[in-house]
């Protein structure tokens, strides 16, 4: 049953994919992204050139579009800086950016305590006293750097250091990406290959979709694009302690020592349109504390996504990933500890359970600047038996919104999240929650 749903849900996933390639036309969202690249001022700190002709402005172009176009971009990320530094030959970039972003949000029913709407937090006893809840953060508010320019011996580079305001307690400041990208090489703390950022549906809550794969690792990646339309790319990246179910007594963690290994296969079309299977693999060690010997299992994960412009103004969204092992990089699993779990009837053994999730999104651009979405992801834990009644089984959200762009840089959100939650005992528990959000970038 499991193989046969997976099997027409990746048949489904890919024909959309594959039909929306002879439909689809100039999209509103890449018109209101064309527009941003206009919205800038350029400041030559060697001095200004004294004509500007038509391949310098190509160029310039060239330049300032690798600040909006990127591989591992979400819509949550900051837009390209408003003031840009840049040499007289156009051969080097600098940008200093960022965003003020003010969430704010009530808790309808079963108030959850996170500034994210997460179903594996939802509470299952009711609380009168608690039932319901007001609350607001600037959690997500950014400040970036990133330099990009052109060397006749080594080719294209970037550099790029990225911050937000979201560490303890939702003010810290808190790195989130600081890498160097040389041609077609990339080293430094940037998001996972595993991720597809780009096919992940916009949403005013920071959590995202329940099935979201969105890991920022120390990594070194090799990625190449092909005839402009197949993208190729490789990384070995710094993997976190695996989240190990322990036993007192029994079975405890234990050190890293193997890299993760991560890959992706991307076919694009248009400007901001691709399908990509990603995987990973991984390796998860505990320990045995009877005899105090160290073990390792083998993790994987794969993750099939898409966004698609069928017509101009719509924009479909897609992913779909599974794997064992792989939880503790996926949404609303990443909560609980179920990378690795006990063997049953062994509690001494431990294995990587089964996992799998999607989302669909689809998005309604009533103009460039003005727009509606709606959204349903759904994770489920899938583990050879039972668990106990009050373990987590799967959780759903079903997301509407509308977002306004007052100007290029202030943005608007209200959204409505509905969730569930449900146990191994059956007993399940839904809440809901209405956000907005306030955003100005610069």
């Known amino acids: 049953m499991r193989n046969t749903a997976i099997s027409a849900f990746l048949l489904a996933f890919t024909a959309m994919s594959a039909s929306a390639q002879d439909l689809r036309s100039n999209s509103l969202v890449d018109i209101q992204k064309d527009s941003l690249l206009n919205d800038h001022k350029i400041i030559y700190f060697d001095g200004?050139?004294?004509?500007?002709?038509?391949?310098?402005?190509?160029?310039?172009?060239?330049?300032?579009?690798?600040?909006?176009?990127?591989?591992?971009?979400?819509?949550?990320?900051?837009?390209?800086?408003?003031?840009?530094?840049?040499?007289?030959?156009?051969?080097?970039?600098?940008?200093?950016?960022?965003?003020?972003?003010?969430?704010?949000?009530?808790?309808?029913?079963?108030?959850?305590?996170?500034?994210?709407?997460?179903?594996?937090?939802?509470?299952?006893?009711?609380?009168?006293?608690?039932?319901?809840?007001?609350?607001?953060?600037?959690?997500?508010?950014?400040?970036?750097?990133?330099?990009?320019?052109?060397?006749?011996?080594?080719?294209?580079?970037?550099?790029?250091?990225?911050?937000?305001?979201?560490?303890?307690?939702?003010?810290?400041?808190h790195l989130k990406k600081a890498y160097a990208q040389l041609n077609k090489v990339t080293l430094g703390y940037a998001s996972s290959t595993f991720s597809d950022p780009a096919a992940l549906p916009p949403t005013v809550d920071a959590n995202g979709p329940a099935n979201k794969i969105s890991p920022t690792s120390i990594l070194v990646r090799w990625m190449n694009t092909y005839k402009k339309r197949w993208t190729v790319a490789a990384s070995v990246e710094m993997p976190k302690n695996a989240a190990v179910s322990t036993i007192t007594g029994k079975i405890g963690t234990a050190s890293q020592t193997i890299p993760d290994l991560a890959a992706f296969l991307q076919y694009s079309w248009g400007k901001s349109e691709h399908i990509r299977l990603a995987g990973i693999a991984r390796t998860l060690p505990y320990e045995q504390l009877s005899d105090h010997t160290r073990h390792n299992k083998f993790g994987w994960g794969l993750q099939l996504s898409t966004i698609v412009h069928p017509i101009s103004p719509v924009t479909l969204y897609g992913t779909f990933n599974c794997g064992e092992g792989h939880e503790s990089t996926t949404g609303d699993l990443q909560v609980g500890n179920y990378d690795l779990v006990p063997t049953p009837g062994d509690v001494y053994d431990m294995y990587a359970p089964f996992s799998l999730g999607w989302c669909i999104g689809a998005q309604y651009n009533f103009r460039p600047n003005l727009f509606a979405s709606v959204s349903y992801s759904d994770s489920r834990y899938l583990p050879r038996s039972p668990r106990a009644d009050s373990e987590y089984r799967y959780g759903t959200i079903l997301t509407a919104n509308v977002f306004w762009n007052l100007t290029q840089r202030i943005q608007a959100g209200l959204e409505f999240d509905t969730g569930v939650r449900k146990n191994w005992s059956g007993h399940s528990r839904r809440a809901d929650r209405l956000g907005l959000m306030a955003q100005f970038s610069f």
Not at 151 to 170: H, M, P, S, V
């Open 48 to 173: 200004k050139p004294s004509t500007v002709s038509r391949q310098h402005q190509d160029s310039i172009r060239d330049l300032v579009e690798n600040f909006f176009y990127d591989q591992f971009t979400s819509f949550s990320d900051p837009a390209a800086p408003y003031f840009l530094f840049m040499s007289r030959d156009a051969d080097l970039a600098m940008g200093i950016g960022g965003c003020v972003r003010i969430r704010g949000w009530y808790d309808m029913d079963a108030a959850i305590p996170a500034n994210s709407f997460t179903p594996y937090l939802i509470p299952m006893v009711k609380d009168p006293a608690n039932n319901r809840k007001l609350g607001a953060t600037p959690a997500g508010s950014t400040l970036f750097f990133r330099v990009i320019g052109r060397n006749k011996t080594f080719g294209d580079y970037q550099l790029y250091i990225e911050a937000n305001f979201n560490g303890y307690g939702g003010t810290d400041f």
